[in-house]
């Protein structure tokens, strides 16, 4: 496949122009950065003389953690808003027209959110050596300046950006919620900070080969979450915000009100309640969510709603979805004149939200109360 | 562009395209063909299935059945790219980047279709709709009607085969939206093949060659003056100064005169087949029964008749 230079370096252009006329984007990008500055900076100039080998080790492998948090959190909230935002402000079908395919669109934003990242986290790292060298006690400086210690900055950093890309773009095509999608972007860019920190702290022993193992590791991650993010980027669920061909929410339809039995005679039906409250009034998957019973979707149901439908007695099935995501479908058996109380809402705490996107029934919690 | 290859059949084919989303129908067993040139009005109402069909056009969205060629491609997944290399689509609102300027914009999207001559493009595109005096203003200082044209600007600058047009006067003050009429008219005297959607009635009586009127399905197609003699029986309107004293003796025996009525005091509207031979005969004889004609003339079906019509009887029909 061959990607078109020219309609990158657009999308790249315009991004970055867009990044510097953005009072958001230059404070998140130039806040943050200075934060993890401080703590590491302090860090290595209060090492004494007296300090153990060990103690100067741990140290210098929290301050460059920091370091690598630069790459890891800058990048998240931008990445993140790539997609998402541009499909709020209206702009984004106007891109989709054109003849750009959606591997270049997406690797025009990520090169876009690449470049300032990159630049930041090794003018900081720069900072931060300078600061060192400069102030610092000569066995501070020799340990700092170890050779592992720079490999493993200088290939971390822009493979740690890559990841936080890829998985903030990915959520963005996925999202409908600028804000959701920022949070999960940066909560979902720190996984890979484990392997740094287990280096930085000596627990895996830091070596050249270890370096670049990991280094390829991530490599290879990076370059496979381009090609799954151009998978997931849905022209038609990005306009429309459905999936081609999937059903979606139909007028709310009546719901039987008179059950008559196999006999022909009128039966005392049973009632299904249906209501939704979210754990503590949160919810993080929102929106309207059909109600389907035994496969016939019968209307839909926001939050803090209740609705009410006469079923007749016998076996049945209840499930929730939105678009792609639904919840476990819940088999019952009701008999005449039985009340049944079910209770829903949309995953309200992250590590649901996010195992969703990978199994879609986790996204709506519905249970029996 | 590969213009050449797109004039050899018409600019657009639609035939039986029906878009789904679940059980909801959007539009349904569409069809219609557009010749190069053409300004071809798509006229609905509200959540008639017209911008989803921009849409499929335009390759944004997958149709459920039925097949289409734009710009002289096939619309299947393969031709996406090849066939938004050959058209242009305006969205009802012009989505552009607020924090850039407009030549910035401009430069974005002739990026994005790789144009060579990028400077020559965006100034050439600015000038047809009056902007190059804003070029370096952001777009977010703009009013919505230069907002407007700037999208429009943008539409222009691949030199589309096929100028999709989606509401493009939407929201807009008569002004606005008359400057838009003017841009159109100069596209079409530039050959340019124009697919209009609207609900603005006289904007789709001014500038289409054509239009089709869509209710989820295509209720009608054809010339404005085709669809208002397909709809309504021709009629001249005879004004005099005071009520005749015998009017059947005036109007019957004419065989150019089918029927008259009495529509309001001194006022008659008689159904002709042919007004330019019924109106001599119906002059000569007020004359001969000594009547003060203030006024005789033909009465004018707007397409808003025509699309009420249409519209209406087909909301009846789904009442049935």
Known sequence: MSVGAIRIGAIVRKELRDYRRNRFVILTMSITPIIFIIAPVIQILTISAATTSTRLDQRIGISLLYMLL??????????????????????????????????EFLLGKALAVLLPTL??????????????????????????????????????????????????????????????AQQL????????????????????????????????????????????????????????????????????????????????????????????????????????FDITVDGTSIGGIDNHETVETNLEPGHHSLRLNSGRYTSRNRVFDVAGGEVLNFRCHGASIWPTYVASIVKPDLAIALKRT | MTTSVAQQGPALVVEHLTKRFGDRVAYEDVGFEVGHGEVFGFLGPNGAGKTTTVRTLGTLIAPTSGTASVAG????PGNGQAIRERISVMPEAPGLYLRLTVAENLACFAGLYELSDQAARIAAALKAVNLTD????????????????????????NDPSVLFLDEPTSGLDPVAAREVHELIDDLRQRGVTIFLTTHRLAEAERLCDRVAILNTTVLSIGRPDELRNRLFKRTLTVRTRVPLTNPDDVFAGHPSV????????????LTVSHPEVAAPDVVRALVAASADVLTIAESQHSLEDVYLELVDEDVEASHR
């Open chain 2, 73 to 76: 491609l096939a619309l299947i």
């Open chain 2, 134 to 157: 804003r070029a370096d203003d952001p777009c977010r200082t703009l009013s919505k009607g230069l907002r407007q044209r700037v999208g429009l600007a943008r539409a222009l600058l």
């Open chain 2, 258 to 269: 089918e029927a008259w009525r009495l529509e309001r005091p001194a006022v008659y509207v």
């Open chain 1, 119 to 180: 630049g930041i986290s090794y003018a900081i790292f720069g900072i931060f050596l300078a600061c060192t060298a400069l102030f610092a006690h000569a066995a501070v400086v020799s340990a700092v300046f170890e050779g592992s210690h720079l490999l493993t900055q200088l290939l971390f950093t822009p493979l740690l950006a890559g990841w936080s890309i890829w998985v903030g773009i990915a959520i963005s095509t996925r999202s409908s919620d600028v804000r959701v």
């Open chain 1, 70 to 103: 630069i790459p890891a959190i800058v990048p998240a909230s931008l990445a993140a808003y790539s997609v998402v935002g541009e499909r709020e402000q209206g702009t984004l079908e106007p891109v989709l027209i054109t003849p750009i395919r959606s591997e």
């Open chain 1, 185 to 288: 972007g940066t909560l979902a860019s720190l996984p890979p900070l484990g392997i740094a920190a287990l280096v930085s702290f000596n627990v895996l022993t830091p070596s050249l080969w270890l370096a670049l193992a990991v280094a390829a590791g991530l490599l290879i991650v990076d370059g496979l979450g381009w090609r799954a993010v151009a998978v997931m980027f849905d022209r038609e669920r990005l306009i429309t915000g459905r999936r081609p061909d999937q059903p979606t929410t139909v007028p709310d339809r009546a719901a039987p009100t008179q059950d008559v039995s196999h006999t022909g005679e009128p039966q005392m039906s049973a009632t299904l309640i249906v209501r939704r409250e979210g754990k503590f009034g949160i919810e993080l998957r929102r929106g309207r």
